[in-house]
């Protein structure tokens, strides 16, 4: 592996992208760039085996994408705060650069990855890449970080955005051969049925076909599981394979060929969930503690419960509730949950199972492919009423309800849920009224509902009113 030295590092983490890349853009302005990824050990313990899968695969099409303009991609494994300083050095970089991530962890393995290249004599560039729009470039009169989206987004929606930024030509890289990734990483992979297609040229068919059609009925479809009304990049977004900055253009782009009214307003509509991105990613950048302390303050401390029977059967999709289940099978089928049964199973964990939402933050953390600190923390803290702009306490989602009305069919239950394929409709979505013999005659291999929700739906309020001194 010949590298020339005094080169300029370009190290990729959430980017693993050449186009619309603001960090790997401003690297080759100068000299030719060694284009970098350090396997970090604590992220993977932390990732199951489906976004694992997703990850390698869309981190061996960069280094293609690469190689195809005679360079490559530079694979190291280990801590990053030893390996990136370490491989700097050893090849005698002039220069790094990197896109910004503003979660703790991430901003404190800088900072000392940081002091240590400076101490080194190298110059250290951040850039902005990750959001349409800086964290903390938007705020209150006050100078305040948004705590209230809607306020937020007013600002956000005609806040004039960067154009997306080309990719590198091959003056611009250095000239070498490294080895390929799998062989890095090849005794963390398991096998995985059915993966979901991690490169370039899949993720912006994924854009491109959600652009060119269901966009311009996405307010209207998607709540509803069993439709193909969500534009399914999140993953994409995740891992960098699509930039924000391209996203945002597109969106804007069919909002010029919308033809109707309701055509604008349903392109405004996920325009809209878009900007729920950036919000959360400035509520963590402001306040990191966030990731595992509530982002609402109590008088006293939430009496959370925790039956280890109860939390298992959400954790299998076994709790009785089909909505529920169906959507913890899938999590656990394909590493993805629907957004409207994300928020009803998360609503189900926190106020009928009473459980912290840390425990649910976590397994999704591990199960999901694109899993994102911000965006996660901040929907689980929406559901369990403890995080900014988040569902009142009082509000609590009826599992059963919810599943009548964005799975009438129970076609999106009967697809994650087999023991239910024989059950028409209207008794799945009674499922909790009917007594245990009806059940056991309809569906023998179904369990009975865990809890009443009822019950502990006014347990909930009770508990949430004591946290608030009442």
Same mark, same amino acid.
């Given at each position: ?24 853009? &401003? ?49 190291? *494994? ?9 491989? &700097? ?97 090849? &005794? ?123 939390? *298992? ?15 913890? *099978? ?74 009548? !009305?964005?799975?009438?069919? &129970? ?44 019950? !502990? ?14």
């Amino acid at each position: 592996m010949d590298i020339p030295s005094g080169s300029t590092l370009f190290w990729h983490r959430r980017d693993l992208r050449l186009v619309d890349n603001v960090g790997l853009k &401003a690297a080759t302005s100068s000299s030719p760039v060694v284009p970098l990824y350090c396997l970090d050990p604590t992220l993977l313990s932390l990732a199951g085996a489906r976004r694992r899968d997703f990850f390698v695969s869309a981190l061996a099409d960069l280094k293609t994408r690469y190689r195809d303009r005679g360079s490559d991609l530079l694979v190291v *494994r280990g801590e990053p705060t030893d390996e990136v300083p370490a491989t &700097a050095v050893s090849l005698e970089a002039d220069s790094i650069g990197w896109n910004r991530d503003h979660s703790r962890y991430a901003i404190e393995r800088d900072r000392v990855i940081i002091d240590e290249l400076e101490d080194e004599g190298m110059t250290v560039t951040e850039s902005r890449d990750m959001t349409l729009h800086e964290p903390g470039s938007i705020r209150t009169s006050d100078g305040n970080h948004y705590s209230v989206f809607s306020y937020y987004y007013d600002k956000w929606k005609t806040r004039e955005a960067a154009e997306p930024v080309s990719g590198p030509d091959r003056s611009s890289l250095a000239t070498f051969s490294a080895p390929d990734v799998r062989s890095v990483i090849e &005794a963390e992979l398991e096998d995985v049925t059915d993966p979901l297609a991690a490169d370039r040229e899949a993720a912006e068919s994924r854009l491109e076909g959600f652009l060119e059609g269901p966009i311009y009925d996405y307010g209207a479809q998607r709540d509803y599981p069993a439709a193909s009304g969500t534009s399914r990049i999140s993953q994409d977004l995740k891992f960098g394979l699509l930039g924000i900055r391209e996203v945002v253009e597109g969106i804007r782009g069919a909002l010029q060929e919308a033809e109707t009214d309701a055509d604008r307003e349903n392109v405004e509509e996920f325009l809209r969930q878009v900007a729920w991105r950036d919000f959360y990613v400035q509520v963590l950048a402001a306040h990191p503690d966030t990731v595992w302390q509530n982002f609402t303050d109590f008088a006293e401390p939430i009496d959370w419960r925790f039956d280890p029977e109860e939390f *298992r059967a959400w954790k299998r999709g076994e709790t009785g509730y089909p909505i529920v289940d169906a959507g913890m *099978r899938q999590l656990l089928e394909t590493g993805f949950v629907h957004n409207r049964v994300r928020m009803i199973a998360a609503s189900f964990l926190t106020k009928d199972l009473q459980i912290d939402w840390r425990k649910g933050y976590q397994w999704y953390r591990e199960h999901l492919i694109d899993h994102d600190t911000a965006s996660d923390v901040g929907g689980w803290q929406w559901a369990a009423s403890t995080g900014p702009n988040s569902q009142p306490y009082f509000r609590v989602f009826n599992p059963t309800t919810q599943g009548k !009305r964005y799975d009438p069919d &129970a076609e999106y239950i009967k697809s994650h849920v087999p023991e239910l394929a024989g059950v028409q409709p209207k008794e799945i979505h009674r499922w909790t009224d009917i007594d245990s013999d009806r059940r056991a005659a309809l569906a023998p291999d179904y369990p009975d509902p865990i809890v009443d929700h009822a019950e !502990r739906r006014d347990s909930a309020i009770e508990m949430f009113e004591r946290a608030q001194g009442k």
